[in-house]
């Protein structure tokens, strides 16, 4: 019987086994080639693991040491050290300058606050922008003392949309500070509706707060405007 030339199978059988074909010649001819590349691969993963365990995480380990000091004084309230050190222990601009992140992003945080509490609100902006964290009440804390700083500034819109930005990450107890706040923004900015619609949400979801103890006065003083 003759031999069916057209038969679909038979020519993918021969068209897979000249692939098969091709791919052996291939290795055979850079064979060298392929052997050098993997053992540069090799090589390079080690010198990875080899930066990793021998420079990086000691200059973290170090990195993160140097940060005690500096955070005892920010617990101390005293911010000027906190935020330049004392001359013998570094502070958070020197521990920034000198590792960065490496130190973990909490020193930006603390930094930024530093610059705030003595009335540097542009730079505390600046590094308060580098922050990020997944711990809401951080982040939330974060949004918020940007928003100091913007305030500060008399930078109303801004403070206001960074305001409820902090309110907005979690809905917990510090969201009345957030709102409250907000609200204060609004009233400089002359939008009394909006001011008391935040002192509203702050007296239906939050009365056992400080500032629901407080909100009635808000509320009264902008009806009164009104």
């Not at 922050?131 to 809401?136: I, T, V």
């Amino acid at each position: 019987m003759a031999k069916n030339v057209n038969n679909p199978k038979e020519e993918k059988i021969e068209t897979v086994g000249e692939a098969v074909s091709k791919t052996e010649v291939f290795f055979k001819k850079n064979g060298k080639l392929i052997g050098y590349i993997g053992a540069g691969a090799v090589i390079i993963a080690a010198i990875v693991v080899l930066v990793i365990q021998f420079y990086a995480k000691p200059l973290k380990d170090e990195a993160v040491g140097q940060t005690f000091v500096a955070e005892q004084y920010f617990r101390a309230e005293d911010y000027d050290k906190a935020l330049n050190g004392d001359g013998n222990s570094l502070g958070f601009i020197q521990i920034i300058d000198e590792y960065g992140a490496k130190a973990g992003k909490a020193v930006y945080l603390y930094a930024g606050i530093c610059e705030l509490q003595l009335g540097n609100a542009a730079d505390a902006i600046g590094y308060l922008s580098k922050y990020s964290s997944k711990d809401p009440v951080l982040s939330a804390r974060a949004l918020a003392c940007t928003a100091d700083a913007y305030s500060m500034l008399e930078d109303y819109e801004s403070a206001l949309k960074y305001y409820l930005q902090a309110a907005q990450v979690e809905d917990n107890i510090f969201s009345a500070t957030y709102l409250l706040k907000a609200g204060i923004v609004c009233e400089e900015l002359g939008r009394y509706d909006e001011a008391l619609s935040h002192y509203r949400v702050i007296k239906d979801r939050y009365p056992q707060t400080y500032e629901g103890f407080e909100i009635d006065k808000y509320i009264t003083r902008i009806e009164v405007k009104k």
